[in-house]
């Protein structure tokens, strides 16, 4: 396999883009949680739900799923007999493939190619969640040579998969929150955090890396704390020109600010092909979600990860789904809206698709929440 | 994937067997090598004669080259632009894949399944190579995941794949030396070594489990020490029925009584379709290879592997050579008798197939005799 790097070439350049998630897939990507800094209960529980999670999905695609040599065993054993699912050796340092794993980029003659970002576990030596983080910046790479794809490679650029949603026909949207932050891309291209300057560094990136030529920007995201705001969490693509948003009426709820203003700029943006977005709603858990002492004591502590504390609000997001194929996979905690939330989203392909074509279908996610993500943050889909 | 027990069902049982090398390829697999107790100068050497041999291959067929997390950047690195070589990342103990690695069964309709054989590093605590060789053991399973495919696992029948050759057509050569030794199977299954029974028991398995209905023993392989006589330094099939084997006629040469002995075993036998083997023979280097003080002086020393010793007969057969679609590849070692080895190969491929349908090409292999093996022993094809 070859490795493209900047001085080479650039996905825009040699006519690739990334496809939107609700194009055709070939596979979906996941890899297998294990730090028990991270997971209570020695990532037992978590395991238990990333399987159940990669079954959900194997109804729709085939599954991959990238585990330790420690784990490998274990995890062939769990999925022993199932038609559709891969397990593969891959050393990790956390299991967030959405952030870590390639971005697949695809050529209108059908090729496809991947995009191996920098990573530095969410903000590096600034305010970044782990240390070190070398074997989850590797991960892109072995997943090239895996999907037996050419490799761009850019200079410096920090990205997180999580923090950009593409519609395939010219358009990403991301947050201010993540990419201006003083932890990604300011901490190594030497531009000023927030600043104009790099902001446009980084749609100058986005545009040559994922074929795009609009950039949306929405300003904050839900979590400053863990993903300094991945937009994942706070909106999706249904279809070109077509997003839904988070929302809440309750001016008590934790999110209720960011839901108000991404709500705003995205229904007043207009998108490359010059659409004005259409926006719909998508409820929040009625319970936000906090972490509990109880969960805290099962996660073992480690100075080199961020601590687990009591109280924290934990980012359950119905927004956090993934399209795979014909099935779109929703987060559910046990709240009372669990259901609500799939019927919204499940009216929303409904109404851009025609009734039935793509279907909506609830798993429960609540230990991955427990680790900081959720059902997309921990998939990443290979265009077919 | 499927596993498949012993209890559940065999390849022969369900209509799998074990094509002929000779017999079209998807791919080759190779590992890596990196144990600085077998291998000079922290493998390095090794590494840039694996990675020739990977490229010679490569003209014939795709080749994956499976590697340790630690050295995966450099591997990477090694084959970066190559477009027919993929790098997957897989832990070894050692990098034998040939007798790691799974055996590849097809079925007349096309599928393909994987045999996992029992393997415990060339005779376990009776006189084994290395220790431990738990990764080693999990390495054609890892395969069958990375392949798709569903996966037999014999109780606890040992085997590497060294130690069979097969024609396709329902025969299996062997060797006593290996499979009826201490070491081997007779360490687990409670039936004496050289044994009648034991031998019994050993055809029942490779019928079972390579599809075959006839095994023909030879006696002795070279290296009593290393492998216990493996036949792919002895003989290979170039077609059904045709069937090469080392010779020399200097009664001092090292092996010149095994050569003797396994060319009358082998032209005095019937196959599985009633035929007569035609046997051809294949010189040897002229100047048989001994170890030096010097390649062991840098090989590190570790009680847990076999020392390498000065004066000791490496096994350098012109036999160990690899089928690869229509490409024969044969290990040259600066002897006088190269080019007349990859003359005799190539006329006997000429004899069985026309002139020319199978291209003989000599690689160089002294670093991978300097480890213990040669090109048949790195390699493990995949039928198509």
Chains 1, 2 share one sequence.
């Not at 496809?19 to 730090?35: A, K, S, T, Y």
């Amino acid at each position: 396999m070859k490795t493209i790097a900047e001085s080479m070439s650039t996905p825009a350049a040699d006519g690739y883009a990334m496809p939107g998630e609700f194009e055709p897939q070939e596979r979906v990507w996941m890899l297998w949680p294990h730090r028990t800094d991270t997971w209570s209960f020695g990532a037992k529980p978590a395991q238990k739900q990333y399987a159940a999670i990669a079954r959900a999905i194997a109804e729709f695609t085939p599954v991959v799923v990238c585990v330790n040599e420690s784990d490998y065993r274990g995890a062939v054993a769990v999925f022993d007999g199932e038609e559709n699912i891969q397990v593969i050796e891959m050393t990790s340092d956390d299991a967030w493939i959405r952030d870590t794993g390639a971005t697949f980029v695809k050529h209108p003659d059908g090729d496809v190619r991947a995009v191996h970002w920098h990573f530095n576990a969410y903000g590096g030596f600034v305010d970044g969640l782990y240390f070190p983080w070398d074997k989850d910046e590797e991960i892109a790479l072995k997943m090239a040579e895996l999907a037996n794809v050419d490799r761009y490679r850019p200079d410096e650029f920090i990205l997180e998969g999580g923090s950009i949603h593409v519609d395939g026909e010219g358009t990403v949207i991301t947050t201010d929150m993540c990419l201006l932050s003083e932890g990604r891309s300011a901490s190594v291209c030497g531009l000023a955090p927030w600043s104009d300057e790099l902001r446009a560094y980084c749609e100058d990136k986005l545009k040559s890396y994922l074929g795009v030529e609009k950039v949306i920007w929405v300003k904050d995201g839900i979590d400053p704390e863990e993903t300094n705001g991945h937009i994942d969490d706070v909106a999706q693509y249904v279809a070109p020109g077509k997003v839904l948003c988070i929302w809440t009426d309750d001016p008590d709820y934790p999110f209720y600010r960011e839901c108000r203003e991404a709500y705003e700029t995205l229904s007043a943006a207009v998108d490359a092909k010059g659409r004005k977005l259409e926006v719909t709603k998508i409820c929040m858990p009625k319970k936000p979600l906090f972490m509990t002492q109880e969960a805290c004591d099962t996660i073992d502590v480690d100075e080199n990860a961020e601590p687990r504390v009591p109280d924290e609000p934990l980012i359950a997001s119905y927004m956090n789904f993934l399209i795979s194929n014909k099935g779109v996979l929703v987060p559910q905690y046990g709240d009372e809206n669990d259901e609500l939330a799939v019927r919204q989203i499940q009216e929303a392909f409904d109404a851009a698709y025609g009734e039935g074509v793509y279907r909506a279908v609830g798993v429960k996610s609540e230990q991955v929440v427990f680790g900081g993500g959720n059902i997309h943050c921990i998939t990443q889909q290979q265009p077919a």
